[in-house]
C-alpha cells in the first residue's frame, strides 16, 4: 500500500488527531464545570464565598456523564428553585442563576448532543486502541477518518458552551458579581 516513511506519516496524523480530540473533550468538560460552578450560587454575604468554593471543589470531581446531567438540569430546564426556608435572615442574601430559556425540542437535542459526546469520548478513551493497528496504513487511513467525524460532531456542541461561558463571564461582568 504506502511505505514505511508514508505509514509513518499516517500514524504520526493519527496521534495528533487523537490527542486534538482528547483537548477538545476535556475543553468540554472544563467548560461543564465552569458553567455549573458559576451557573448558580446563593447564600448570606458571609457564606456566600465559601458556598461558591465548595460547589466548585464538587464540581470538580465529577465525572463527564455527571456533569452532562447536572448541566442540562440546572442550566437548561430553568425550573424555578423553591426558595429555601430561611430563618430570620441576619445580613444580606444574594442569589444568582444563570438558566437558558428552551423548549422541550431544544432540551432534548441538548440532551442527544450530551450523550453522544459522552459516547464518543469513551469510545476514543477506552475502545479506539483496540481498533486502532498503528502497522497497517489501511487502519491508520480508517481511524484518521474516524477522528475528523468525531471533531466535526464534537463543534457545534464545544461552539454552544463555549458562547455560553462568554455570556455567563459578560454577565457576571455587569453585573459586578466577582465572587
Request: glycine share 6%; charged share 30%; net charge negative.
Amino acid at each position: 500500500m504506502g511505505s514505511n516513511d508514508d505509514l509513518e506519516k499516517a500514524k504520526n496524523k493519527v496521534l495528533r488527531k487523537i490527542g486534538r480530540n482528547m483537548l477538545l473533550f476535556q475543553q468540554v468538560e472544563h467548560m461543564l464545570k465552569f458553567l455549573i460552578a458559576n451557573g448558580q450560587f446563593s447564600g448570606g454575604i458571609g457564606e456566600i464565598k465559601a458556598n461558591k468554593e465548595q460547589r466548585a471543589e464538587s464540581v470538580h470531581k465529577q465525572t463527564m456523564g455527571i456533569l452532562a446531567r447536572q448541566y442540562l438540569d440546572e442550566i437548561h430546564l430553568g425550573c424555578e428553585e423553591s426558595a429555601e426556608n430561611q430563618e430570620e435572615l441576619k445580613e444580606a442574601y444574594l442569589s444568582f442563576s444563570f438558566k437558558v430559556e428552551c423548549d422541550s425540542v431544544y432540551y432534548e437535542e441538548r440532551k442527544k448532543a450530551m450523550a453522544s459526546i459522552i459516547d464518543d469520548r469513551n469510545d476514543l478513551i477506552h475502545h479506539l486502541l483496540p481498533k486502532f493497528n498503528p502497522n497497517s496504513f489501511s487502519s491508520c487511513l480508517e481511524i484518521d477518518q474516524y477522528l475528523d467525524k468525531q471533531r466535526e460532531k464534537i463543534h457545534p456542541e464545544f461552539d454552544l458552551l463555549h458562547n455560553m461561558v462568554e455570556n455567563l463571564q459578560e454577565g457576571k461582568r455587569l453585573s459586578l458579581i466577582h465572587i
